[in-house]
């Protein structure tokens, strides 16, 4: 289906990241397949959710943002991300497809466009609760 996010797809990823629900980690994911920055994202999420605080340690909210949008392809469409990323030359990833810190802002839009043009998951999304 296009244009979704089911929170099916999430659950894992969300738990792996530090966010308490796959519901607010697909929003997260929702915001920034709509190229929100990360100061809109977590403006949202606090009005949206109250205290949203997830459980990160030390790291950056944007290395957590992209690691999010990273696991996620990982887990769902690793496959086809590494076609993807075959297919247009794209060498910023490693054999574990990680990008270093450097290449982290480059990496977030490479993960966008994959959702977009090949996933053909953009605006507007939808988030499905399909756990029961």
Not at 82 to 97: H, S, V
């Amino acid at each position: 289906m296009k244009n979704v996010i089911k929170l099916s797809q999430i659950k894992d990823v969300s738990r792996d990241c530090g966010i308490r629900f796959p519901l607010e980690a697909a929003e997260v994911l929702r915001l920034m397949i709509e190229l929100r920055s990360n100061d809109e994202i977590l403006d949202y999420m606090n009005r949206i959710y109250g205290n949203f605080r997830p459980l990160w340690r030390s790291t950056s909210r944007k290395r957590q943002f992209i690691t999010l949008m990273q696991n996620f392809i990982l887990r769902n469409y690793q496959q086809e991300f590494t076609r993807f990323l075959k297919k247009n030359k794209i060498q910023i990833f490693n054999e574990d497809l990680e990008a270093s810190r450097h290449d982290s802002t480059y990496a977030r839009f490479v993960y966008i466009i994959f959702f977009r043009e090949y996933l053909h998951i953009q605006p507007p999304i939808m988030i499905i609760d399909d756990i029961k």
